[in-house]
């Protein structure tokens, strides 16, 4: 059973950084695509970035320039550095890992964590 823990959300002022982490067990985070995604009030649940096997990133345009995703394989880590945060990124954040082998930004298809909060004050 895939099971994904988020840390590191909290609050911070406009163009601060914050460093969101996951630790993932019952699966291989090296083998197959882990992603970010992010849900606000009233909206669907978007992607925010994703890393496939080969290392391969995607990102959303909202965030390119701004958010670097990562992982560690040695201890099943996969993180998201956020910088230059914007009142817009306010969101629950949601680390999530594939159940298909290809990557993507929409959000079916994905094992999800429980979400930590985000927010950016101006």
């Known amino acids: 059973q895939v099971q994904l823990v988020e840390s590191g959300g909290g609050s911070v002022q406009t163009g601060g950084s914050l460093r969101l982490s996951c630790t993932v067990s019952g699966a291989t985070v090296s083998s197959r695509c882990m992603g970010w995604f992010r849900q606000s009030p009233g909206t669907e649940r978007e992607g925010v970035a994703t890393?496939?096997?080969?290392?391969?990133?995607n990102y959303a345009d909202s965030v390119k320039g701004r958010f670097i995703i990562s992982r560690d394989n040695a201890v099943s880590t996969l993180s998201l550095q956020m910088n230059s945060l914007k009142p817009e990124d306010t969101a629950i954040y949601y680390c999530a890992a594939r159940v298909v082998s290809y990557c993507s930004l929409l959000s079916d298809l994905y094992h999800w964590g429980q979400g930590t909060q985000v927010t950016v004050s101006s």
């Open positions: 890393i496939d096997s080969n290392d391969g990133t």
